[in-house]
């Protein structure tokens, strides 16, 4: 990133110039595992992104500590390697400081669930226009194996060797019930899908949040295969599409139906039931997305893949401007040192 000021500030001045994939391709080795899902989800940003054209030089990509946290370096924009769980953090107050910024997260399931928990949760609240990718591969990949927060219950690692007896989180439950106004899943062997809901979540105002499941192929290899192999996908994932019936199977077959609140699958096979009847996505309803998310949780219902909300609701850092503006009109700017002066003091000899 040596020449990103130069080049860049030249480039985002020039009229109908356009970004290209190339464009947001560092010179730096990309240091992930031969195999792994973090490729597949750094080539679809960097597909995506230039789509937007927007300057590089206000683009932030900010990480914790984990596999995924490397992403800023293969990113040819400004980034921050912060420290383990802070990526929020950091990332909250560099959007406060710098609004016209557009600031995105790079976490883990570990990095933003675990030590990351709580920072998470209030980003979320607040709403502050940040992207949030979560790579969730259902292990810790950096330090060679231990459980993670989303690990399956009984879960055998390194650091669980007998199973581990935790209740895995939920990572779109738990974003939707953190107030997440954007909340989103797709997955690292669905290029396109990982694309589509990239971009949809880009062009959200406020917060978006989108889980990925990505494969580790040394510590927890095939946790997801179930919904990402071309022999298994078409049977056990339902796509989310606004304003579509959730209808699955390899001969689109079976489609989902509420129960009161309760979601079955029903077979359109034998004519008991017909499309009509099948549950119809509203990716604008909150109350859907919760009975969405807690499909996750229920191995005989196909996993959801797609938009599980999106909402509007003001955003933080423009509402604090406001305030600062407004208390500028009404008291002037401020001056430093003159506020340090002020009051009571006193001198120490």
Same mark, same amino acid.
């Given at each position: 990133?040596?020449?990103?000021?130069?080049?860049?500030?030249?480039?985002?001045t020039?009229?109908?110039?356009?970004?290209?994939?190339?464009?947001?391709?560092?010179?730096?080795?990309? #240091?992930?595992?031969?195999g792994?899902?973090?490729?597949?989800?750094?080539?679809?940003?960097?597909?995506?992104?230039?789509?937007?054209? =927007?300057? #590089?030089?206000?683009?932030?990509?900010?990480?914790?500590?984990?596999?995924?946290?490397?992403?800023?370096? @293969?990113?040819?924009? @400004?980034?921050?390697?912060?420290?383990?769980?802070? +990526?929020?953090?950091?990332?909250?107050?560099?959007?406060?400081?710098r *609004?016209?910024?557009q600031?995105?997260?790079?976490?883990?399931?570990?990095?933003?669930l675990?030590?990351?928990?709580?920072?998470?949760?209030?980003?979320?609240?607040? %709403?502050?226009?940040? !992207?949030?990718?979560?790579?969730? /591969?259902?292990?810790?990949?950096?330090?060679?194996?231990?459980?993670?927060?989303?690990?399956? =219950?009984?879960?055998?690692?390194?650091?669980?060797?007998?199973?581990?007896?935790? /209740?895995? =989180?939920? *990572?779109?439950?738990l974003?939707?019930?953190?107030?997440?106004?954007?909340? +989103?899943?797709?997955?690292? #062997?669905?290029?396109?899908?990982?694309?589509?809901?990239?971009?949809? +979540?880009?062009?959200?105002?406020?917060?978006?949040?989108?889980?990925?499941?990505?494969?580790?192929?040394?510590?927890?290899? &095939? +946790?997801? $295969?179930?919904?990402?192999?071309?022999?298994?996908?078409?049977?056990n994932?339902?796509?989310?599409?606004? &304003?579509?019936?959730?209808?699955f199977?390899?001969?689109? !077959?079976? &489609?989902? #139906?509420?129960?009161? $609140?309760?979601?079955?699958?029903?077979?359109?096979?034998d004519?008991?039931?017909?499309?009509?009847?099948?549950l119809?996505? %509203?990716?604008?309803?909150?109350?859907?997305?919760?009975i969405?998310?807690?499909?996750?949780?229920?191995?005989?219902?196909?996993?959801?893949?797609?938009?599980?909300?999106?909402?509007?609701?003001h955003?933080?850092?423009?509402?604090?401007?406001?305030?600062?503006? !407004?208390?500028?009109?009404?008291?002037?700017?401020? !001056?430093?040192?003159?506020?340090?002066?002020?009051?009571?003091t006193? $001198?120490?000899?």
């Amino acid at each position: 990133m040596s020449n990103l000021v130069e080049e860049v500030v030249t480039k985002s001045t020039t009229p109908n110039s356009k970004y290209t994939f190339k464009d947001f391709q560092t010179d730096q080795d990309v #240091r992930w595992c031969p195999g792994c899902g973090d490729y597949s989800i750094l080539a679809q940003v960097q597909r995506i992104i230039p789509d937007f054209n =927007f300057p #590089r030089e206000k683009t932030v990509f900010v990480s914790g500590i984990g596999c995924s946290s490397r992403f800023p370096y @293969y990113m040819e924009t @400004y980034g921050v390697h912060g420290i383990h769980g802070r +990526a929020t953090a950091i990332a909250s107050g560099l959007k406060m400081a710098r *609004p016209e910024l557009q600031v995105w997260v790079v976490t883990g399931d570990g990095d933003g669930l675990s030590i990351g928990g709580n920072h998470l949760i209030h980003l979320l609240r607040r %709403n502050l226009d940040i !992207n949030i990718l979560l790579f969730n /591969n259902q292990i810790y990949g950096l330090t060679k194996g231990q459980y993670s927060p989303t690990s399956e =219950f009984g879960k055998v690692t390194k650091s669980t060797p007998q199973g581990s007896i935790d /209740n895995p =989180f939920n *990572p779109i439950a738990l974003a939707l019930g953190a107030s997440g106004n954007f909340v +989103a899943r797709t997955m690292d #062997r669905d290029p396109k899908h990982m694309q589509t809901i990239i971009k949809r +979540a880009v062009e959200h105002k406020g917060t978006s949040f989108i889980e990925i499941y990505q494969n580790c192929n040394v510590f927890n290899d &095939g +946790a997801f $295969f179930t919904f990402t192999e071309k022999e298994t996908k078409e049977d056990n994932v339902v796509f989310l599409e606004h &304003g579509k019936p959730l209808v699955f199977g390899k001969e689109k !077959n079976k &489609g989902i #139906r509420l129960d009161g $609140f309760t979601p079955k699958v029903v077979s359109l096979a034998d004519g008991k039931f017909s499309v009509n009847d099948l549950l119809i996505h %509203n990716e604008n309803d909150s109350t859907l997305a919760f009975i969405l998310a807690n499909m996750t949780t229920n191995p005989e219902l196909p996993r959801p893949m797609g938009i599980f909300l999106d909402s509007s609701d003001h955003c933080y850092e423009v509402e604090m401007q406001k305030q600062i503006e !407004n208390v500028i009109q009404k008291k002037g700017r401020g !001056n430093l040192e003159k506020l340090l002066n002020s009051g009571d003091t006193w $001198f120490i000899n």
